[in-house]
């Protein structure tokens, strides 16, 4: 406990945008196979007056190679300053590393130095069934009141999935987050509405659905998931069913506005089995009144481009045509700007979301692609594969990172060849416009890249309880 | 000179004691200015006051008039041990612990904030804070009745206008610090100056226990 509230915690989303230029990115880096590698967290220094910029200066290897990182996230965030159950004594200090492969959590410690991080808890995956009965911990994100974190599946690795609550300062796992989840099955991310105690909720697949890759036959049954859930944050129940049809599979990334004041957000559709589009909906509350409901509507649609056949993984020759399969969305902390990934076509695009209603494509890059092998600007000869995948955003809204791996059963299905790693960072303009930093480039040498993070916070990490009022 | 068992000096150490627990950021004003903030007009702010100061009354009282009670049964010095056992115990635990109220609702009306401000109100020890002061003015009041034997406790009117009291300062140091907070000076300032309470807190119990062993 500290004397002071912790520097990195903000009030608001607008405060927080006046925070200094983060100096390290946390990666997660998959082991695929068996290649007696193990699972790692990297550090690559950001700091451009570095000698060492955009280079891998730190990495702790796990004890094992089985778990599939995916979402991780911080003990504590600006949750923590929040008026109703304020404690803004705690640290940002520990990473909390779900991995969806083995049920296992590790925790991190980058206070004693942050370029070596330190893992001092490993919870097995016997504790984490035992203690919240789901498996495949997914995303993490800090609340007002502690650690939340979604998961894929039930013990047996079917459905529910769902939401487990963890103590902040002791990591202990406390079990099952709902009261009543209604008709809610599949799970993926969450996020919520901190000003309207609602919690949102997508579906990808249970565990089952997913572990051997991406399955034809519950894809073209329209069995991944397809709906979002809406849920009252403070009761644990489920409120609200949004249904986005069927057609429109794996529902993933939730965008919540980061004003508290504000009812709506963006979530990416992987796939639409009509025409392999990808969409991005806008959920909101109808009439804006206290008792309207919630709705979502698609205000994106990507379409899937055409591609000769050999160019194609067998999964997708018989289609002729290369999906953009949308994997990660990202919003800046003014609500303005919102980040696309294509992970299937290589491209990023930028979005002007100022009228959420009718966004505005305002920038294009491309870097890898199934078809494209898009090059970066630093090495213009070398074809890069895997594509735009989690992106990361710093909070003054100035600098995306993203990776290139998204899911090692599907990096194989969709990249047959092999993923091999990087990381790239874009420039983005105030008034909207993106480009690639050429200075930038970074490779891993057998270890796969996943989710990003960045020191001191970014504009997924933190939730925000005062509004700038704008 | 006293009124209904209160001295000006303890009106006075109630008065300080109403606006030390108005200023702590965690029990009351910031939720107040939280409130405005999100529906954009201040008289969110004040309407949060009104409910704020009522639980903050509620959990005065409650342990007042409960002392009151306890002391027609049990002899004062029983339940001077008993609160010094508490306000240590609460402090040490203020202070080495990180335990809080849960809460998560941030959609409150009148009666879920004036519940909510009971609430933290009483699980920091607020209510037993106050006690010593009245206890002391007992003490004062035997002496000067030459009656130390016959002494009540506290009495229960004794007890409601001290919490009268009290609160009105509260409600002073809560009103004036949301008001500077929402409408002149914002929350940056929040970053840098909210020293951890819970300490400050926990220490002022274990030194209000020790004082009330010397009453």
Partial sequence: MSLMPDPTFYPSPGMAMQAPPERLAYVSLLNVGSNGQRDAMGVIDLDPSSSEYGRLVGQVDFPRGDNELHHFGWNACSACLCPQSAHPHMERRYLIVPGIGSSRIHILDTKPNPKQPKIVKVIEPEEFIRKTGYTSPHTIHCGPDGVYGSALGSASGDGPGGIFLMDANTFELKGQWEQDRGPQQLAYDFWWHLGHDTMVTSEWGTPNMVKNGLNPELLLGGKYGHKMHIFDLDKRRHVQELELGAEQQMVLELRPAHDPKKTYGFVGVVISLKDLSSSIWMWYRENAGKNGKWAARKVIEIPAEPAEPEKLPPLLQGFKAVPPLVSDINLSLDDRFLYVSCWGTGEFIQYDVSDPANPKKTGSIHVGGIVRRAAHPSKPKQSLNGGPQMVELSRDGKRVYFTNSLYSPWDEQFYPDGVKSWMVKIDAHPNGGINLDKQFFVEFDGLRAHQVRLEGGDASSDSYCYSDGK | ?215
């Fill in chain 2, 1 to 215: 000179m006293t009124h209904a068992g209160l001295t000006s000096t303890m009106v006075g150490l109630l008065l300080l004691l109403g606006a030390y627990h108005g200023i702590n950021p965690g029990m009351g004003w910031l939720f107040a200015v939280a409130l405005g903030m999100q529906e954009q007009k201040g008289s969110a702010v004040a309407r949060a006051l009104v409910p704020i100061a009522l639980g903050h009354a509620l959990a005065i009282g409650t342990v007042v008039l409960a002392a009151a009670l306890l002391g027609t049964a049990l002899p004062r010095d029983v339940i001077r041990y008993a609160v010094a056992a508490l306000l240590v115990g609460l402090g040490i635990h203020c202070l080495v612990g990180h335990w809080h109220p849960r809460w998560v609702r941030m959609q409150v009306g009148f009666r879920d904030l004036t519940v909510w401000s009971f609430l933290m109100a009483s699980a920091h020890g607020a209510g037993l804070m106050v006690l010593p002061v009245l206890l002391g003015s007992s003490t004062v009041e035997a002496a000067v009745a030459g009656h130390h034997h016959i002494a009540a406790t506290v009495s229960p009117l004794a007890g409601i206008l001290a919490t009268l009291v009290h609160t009105t300062a509260y409600l002073a140091v809560i009103g004036l610090l949301a008001w500077i907070i929402y409408r002149k000076v914002g929350l940056s300032l929040l970053r840098k100056t909210w020293f951890n309470f819970n300490l400050v807190w926990g220490a002022a119990l274990v030194a209000t226990g020790l004082f009330t062993l010397l009453l």
